[in-house]
């Protein structure tokens, strides 16, 4: 099969087009036809070993990904697609049905087929979507819910989201709202439209007002793009207020150490949990008409070499998804 392979860490150009062996599921797997998949930030910062992050960062990122060179030569993580075969202990899955999912850290989906155990984040296509759209359902989605669940949104809880048009923040302000919070988002000017159609009660654009500033509190902050930080959010915090990060190493100690005292906290979940329920919960919100994947450009699989320097200027809005020609 046709798969975009690596090995070795670098820039994007040590990605290449590569003929390799076709997966062959184990007795839990499923094999997956993969139509469409995605070039997000996972599989940015896996490629590159996390060397923009520092040093410390970058040996733990080898640690999980292979020390001197990539365990995993394939790439992407979202997919969506074609059920080709089963193991013989599948039972939710036959072959024929219409896929998608998020294999996370064991990644492959850059290729034409991938195998996952049925027990990992795949689930039935949502009514009425095509893969393209299906692809990028999870990584926003499931990164942004695993920070909300914790938050305890609800109708009369006032949460800023900032970074609102990355891959995260367009979801997790649909997330937000869908929770019942009084949601603000931050962008950028060309994006305020886009994040108003998501459902934000109301907008603030960073290019002309720093919310740090304008003396409005919030019970949650949200830093869906790791733009700001615990410090520079503390005044904008109602007392008890939380601060959700995305990104930053010192914010992995701080969570460990503000939820000690009472007072604002720095909250994340160590290690992250996206379970399996957590891609059928986004399912039944994408049929229920309350949540979308924004898609900011498509490219052939052939071209992942750009689809990733676009995604590299982190200015994307919303996710880049990769077509599979079957
Ligand atoms: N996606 C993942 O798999 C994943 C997993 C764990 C953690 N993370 C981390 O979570 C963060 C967000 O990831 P993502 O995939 O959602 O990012 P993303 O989609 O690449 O974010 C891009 C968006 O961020 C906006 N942005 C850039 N600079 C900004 C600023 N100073 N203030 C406000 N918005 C700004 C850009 O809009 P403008 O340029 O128009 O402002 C663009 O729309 C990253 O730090 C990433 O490392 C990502």
């Known amino acids: 099969m046709k798969a975009v392979v690596y090995d070795k860490y670098g820039p994007p150009e040590v990605l290449r087009i590569e003929e390799v062996a076709q997966p062959v599921p184990n007795e839990d797997e499923v094999l997956v036809k993969v139509h469409a998949t995605t070039v997000n930030r996972s599989d ?26 990539p365990r995993r030569r394939i790439l992407g993580s ?4 074609e059920v080709e075969a089963v193991g013989a202990a599948v039972n939710e899955f036959a072959v024929g049905d219409h896929v998608f999912g998020n294999s996370g ?3 492959g989906a850059h290729a034409e087929f991938m195998s996952i155990r049925e027990s990992a984040r795949i689930s039935r296509l949502p009514a009425g979507m095509t893969f393209e759209e299906a692809a990028p359902i999870t990584d926003g989605g499931l990164n942004a819910l695993m920070c909300l669940k914790v938050a305890d949104l609800r109708k009369g809880r006032r949460i800023l989201v900032y970074g609102a048009s990355g ?8 997330l937000a709202r869908h929770f019942g919070a009084d949601v603000t988002a931050g962008c950028n000017t060309k994006n305020l439209e886009l994040v108003r159609s998501l459902g934000a009660d ?29 410090r520079r959010c503390l005044d904008s915090l109602e007392p008890g207020g939380l601060y959700l990060p995305t990104d930053g190493f ?9 939820p000690r005292f009472r007072g604002k906290k720095v909250v994340f979940q160590i290690p992250p949990r996206q379970p399996k329920q957590d891609v059928q919960f986004l399912k039944r919100l994408i049929e229920a ?7 900011d450009r498509r490219y052939p699989l052939e071209d992942v070499i750009e689809a990733t320097k676009y995604v590299e200027t982190q200015q994307k809005t919303g996710n880049v998804v990769l077509t599979i020609k079957q």
């Open 202 to 230: 109301r907008v603030i654009d960073y290019t002309t007002e720093d919310f740090t500033k304008n003396g409005q509190t919030y019970d949650v902050i949200f830093d869906a793009v790791g733009k700001v930080s615990f």
């Open 289 to 295: 008409g309350e949540y979308r994947p924004v898609i």
């Open 250 to 258: 010192e914010n992995l100690f701080l969570a460990l150490w503000t």
């Open 44 to 69: 940015v910062h896996t490629r590159e070993a996390n060397r923009g992050s520092g040093l410390a960062v970058s040996l733990l990122s080898r640690l999980v990904s292979g020390v001197r060179r």
């Open 167 to 174: 891959a995260i923040g367009t979801a997790g302000v649909q």
């Open 78 to 81: 979202e997919f969506a697609g």
């Open 105 to 107: 850290l064991r990644f």
